[in-house]
C-alpha cells in the first residue's frame, strides 16, 4: 500500500527547498508596503431542501430532513494576509484558469489597490500561473498585473504549509454547516463570515520555522555524502 504522505526521495531536495522558501516567507515582518497574502479555493457542492427545515421552537432545536437534491458545484477562493487579520472569500460556479485570474484581478485593483508588489503564496495547481492572466486580458493588462505579484509555491504534498488551508478549514466549521442551494446565497454567507472575522480580529499564528523543519523533519533532508 503506497502512503498518501510518502515523498519520493529523489523529490525531497525540491519538496525542502520549496518548504524552506515559504517558512522564510512566514518569518518576515509585517510589512505593510508588502503584504504576504495566502491564496487557496475548494469545491462546493450546493444543496436544496426537500422538505422545508421545521423552525425552531421554544424547547425545540431546527429540524432537518435528511432527505435534499444537488444543484451543482461551485468553488470557493479564499486570500488572506495572516499578519494584518484580514481574509476575503468569494465562490464562483468554476474554478478555471479566467476564474483564477479575474481573482487575482480583484485581489490587486480592490483590495491592494496602492501596492506596487505583493507576496503571494499557494499550491501550484495548473490554473495557478501567470499564464492564466494572459488567457484572461489583454496582454497590456496581464502584465501590468503580473508585475505586482512575486509568487512562491507551496511544494507537492505540502498543502499544510499554506496558510489560507487553514482559514478554509475555520470557514467551513463557521459557515458552510447548513445547506445553500444556489451561488448567491453562498456568496452573502460568506461575506457575512469574511465581515465578521475581519472584525473580530480572527487570526493565525505561524509557530513552525526552517529550524523545526530541520529537526521534525530530517528524514526528508536529502543525505549529503562526504
Same mark, same amino acid.
Given at each position: ?134 488567457? !484572461? ?6 502584465? #501590468?498585473? &503580473?508585475?505586482?505579484?512575486? %509568487?512562491?509555491?507551496? *511544494? /507537492? ?45 480572527? !487570526? ?6 526552517? #529550524?523545526? &523543519?530541520?529537526?521534525?523533519? %530530517?528524514?526528508?533532508? *536529502? /543525505?549529503?555524502?562526504?
Amino acid at each position: 500500500m503506497t502512503d498518501y504522505w510518502c515523498i519520493p526521495p529523489r523529490e525531497n531536495a525540491s519538496f525542502v527547498a520549496c518548504m524552506e522558501d515559504i517558512l522564510d516567507i512566514y518569518q518576515m515582518s509585517y510589512n505593510k508596503e508588502l503584504p504576504v497574502i495566502c491564496m487557496d479555493e475548494k469545491p462546493y457542492q450546493l444543496l436544496d431542501e426537500v422538505t422545508p427545515p421545521l423552525p425552531m421552537r421554544p424547547g425545540n432545536s431546527l429540524k432537518i430532513d435528511s432527505e435534499y437534491t444537488r444543484e451543482g458545484t461551485s468553488s470557493i477562493f479564499i486570500f488572506t494576509e495572516p499578519l494584518a487579520n484580514w481574509r476575503h472569500a468569494h465562490a464562483r460556479q468554476r474554478r478555471t484558469k479566467n476564474d483564477w485570474a479575474e481573482e487575482i484581478d480583484y485581489l490587486l485593483t480592490e483590495c491592494y489597490p496602492n501596492n506596487e508588489k505583493v507576496i503571494l503564496v499557494m499550491d501550484n495547481l495548473n490554473t495557478h500561473a501567470i499564464s492564466s492572466l494572459y488567457a !484572461t486580458f489583454e496582454p497590456s493588462r496581464a502584465r #501590468e498585473l &503580473a508585475k505586482r505579484l512575486e %509568487i512562491h509555491y507551496t *511544494p /507537492k504534498h505540502g498543502s499544510w504549509l499554506n496558510i489560507a488551508e487553514i482559514e478554509l478549514n475555520v470557514m467551513t466549521r463557521q459557515c458552510l454547516k447548513c445547506r445553500l442551494s444556489d451561488l448567491e446565497t453562498l456568496n452573502h454567507e460568506l461575506a457575512f463570515w469574511e465581515e465578521d472575522r475581519n472584525q473580530n480580529g480572527g !487570526t493565525v499564528i505561524w509557530h513552525f520555522q526552517k #529550524e523545526d &523543519a530541520r529537526e521534525k523533519l %530530517i528524514s526528508l533532508y *536529502p /543525505k549529503i555524502k562526504q
